[in-house]
């Protein structure tokens, strides 16, 4: 992580889930996203991330890739498969065009190779904040043997 330019607060404050089992590089990330205006909670395993993503409403995920007890592309795909669709950021020392274009392709909304510097993740994290997902919704309507559905997310 390097230093650089602090950024401007938000106009809206955020819920943010970090994953990462890196306890300095989360602190460093809870620290800065609460300057920055936002609610930050931390999860340092795959398993207790996946739990907090599936049952908390977080605006915005920040995932590591490589975690203990369940990997970060595994806890996307999970979240995606079952309807999720808060936005993701892969933040991982894996930063070959391979590795990202892997984390972008499991369901990722953007990835950012560490080191990094801080203005450019609150600026990513705000970005994706305009996107925010939830949960789809399915509405389905029936009268005789018609069904009508639609789905809002």
Same mark, same amino acid.
């Given at each position: *992580?390097?230093?650089?330019?602090?950024?401007?607060?938000?106009?809206?404050?955020?819920?943010?889930? #970090? #994953?990462?089992?890196?306890?300095?590089?989360? $602190?460093?990330? /809870?620290?800065?996203?609460?300057?920055?205006?936002?609610?930050?909670?931390?999860?340092?395993?795959? /398993?207790?991330?996946?739990? %907090?993503?599936?049952?908390?409403?977080?605006?915005? %995920?920040?995932?590591?890739? *490589?975690?203990?007890?369940?990997?970060?592309?595994? #806890?996307?795909?999970? %979240?995606?498969? $079952?309807?999720?669709?808060?936005?993701?950021?892969?933040?991982?020392?894996?930063?070959? /065009?391979?590795?990202?274009?892997?984390? %972008? +392709?499991?369901?990722?909304?953007?990835?950012?190779?560490?080191?990094?510097?801080?203005?450019?993740?609150?600026? +990513?994290?705000?970005?994706?904040?305009?996107?925010?997902?939830?949960?789809?919704?399915?509405?389905?309507? +029936?009268?005789?043997?018609?069904?009508?559905?639609?789905?809002?997310?």
């Amino acid at each position: *992580m390097t230093e650089a330019a602090s950024a401007t607060a938000p106009t809206e404050s955020m819920r943010i889930l #970090i #994953i990462e089992d890196d306890r300095e590089a989360a $602190s460093y990330l /809870v620290k800065a996203l609460k300057e920055a205006g936002h609610v930050a909670d931390h999860a340092a395993d795959g /398993v207790e991330g996946l739990h %907090l993503a599936e049952t908390r409403g977080y605006d915005v %995920l920040i995932v590591d890739r *490589m975690l203990p007890k369940l990997d970060g592309l595994s #806890i996307i795909a999970r %979240l995606r498969e $079952s309807g999720h669709r808060t936005p993701v950021l892969i933040l991982s020392a894996l930063g070959q /065009v391979d590795d990202r274009v892997k984390g %972008l +392709r499991a369901g990722g909304d953007d990835y950012l190779s560490k080191p990094f510097a801080i203005s450019e993740l609150l600026a +990513r994290v705000e970005v994706l904040g305009r996107r925010r997902g939830g949960k789809d919704v399915e509405t389905s309507y +029936r009268v005789g043997d018609l069904e009508a559905r639609s789905s809002v997310s």
